[in-house]
């Protein structure tokens, strides 16, 4: 079976700082992984995949995640956070037949002005 | 395209009754789910169907029916209403490409007292 594991339940950051936001899966087949941000009371908004082409996969709003096999990691990064982007930040697992997502307990992110 | 809706927005029942939250979808896509989001837990997976007729168990169908008379609705039922079915509900669709994404609905937040 598979399953995501997010390390820290709420992320806190002052704006302009580095945004790293961790991703641990396991999958007993190449998996395909995503990223999803919800903003209050809004659904789920994908912010990028990987779907096993370029390791390095670049997102919408500046994010970007790298697929790292090795380290079963898939951890959503930003260069320079911004008040906007606080929300809650979701990464889920699917594999390739079932086409079924299975998502972490989710990271808060908080921005400090 | 408005692409995945849901009625209601909010709803309160008390227990023990029942009611049918709505989904609908204009994006002729195949692939629609019903998950519930329980603060700290992510989202779980209630049912999902592969197409108009199919519908299949997801992680936590208890207390749920599901069906799919058309490729654009996918109603979910709620019988005899509890406590532990309070929660936050989202729909989602998808085609059938492996790597496609799922797009949310905006949520039905339900209360059970």
């Known amino acids: 079976a598979q399953s995501v594991t997010q390390l820290g339940s709420h992320v806190s950051v002052s704006e302009g700082a580095l945004v790293l936001l961790r991703c641990n899966y396991s999958?007993?087949?190449?998996?395909?992984l995503f990223w999803y941000v919800q903003y209050p009371n809004q659904g789920l908004q994908l912010l990028l995949k990987y779907t096993s082409a370029a390791t390095l996969v670049k997102g919408i709003n500046g994010f970007e995640a790298e697929f790292k096999k090795s380290e079963t990691s898939f951890h959503l990064t930003k260069p320079s956070a911004h008040m906007s982007d606080a929300a809650e930040y979701f990464c889920?697992?699917?594999?390739?037949?079932?086409?079924?997502?299975?998502f972490g307990q989710g990271t808060r992110l908080t921005i400090n002005p | 395209n408005a692409g995945v809706t849901q009625t209601p927005k909010f709803r309160i029942l008390k227990i023990g009754q029942s009611m049918t939250l709505q989904c609908a979808q204009d994006m002729n896509h195949n692939y629609m789910y019903w998950y519930r989001q329980d603060p700290g837990m992510g989202l779980k997976l209630i049912y999902y169907s592969v197409g108009a007729g199919i519908t299949d168990k997801g992680e936590v169908p208890n207390g749920y029916n599901v069906s799919r008379s058309t490729t654009e609705d996918f109603p979910l039922r709620l019988e005899l209403a509890a406590p532990s079915q309070t929660s936050v509900y989202f729909c989602a669709s998808k085609t059938r490409g492996f790597t496609d994404t799922q797009y949310f609905g905006p949520g039905t937040r339900l209360t059970v007292l």
């Open positions: 889920a697992v699917s594999d390739q037949g079932a086409q079924k997502l299975v």
């Open positions: 999958s007993s087949v190449p998996p395909y």
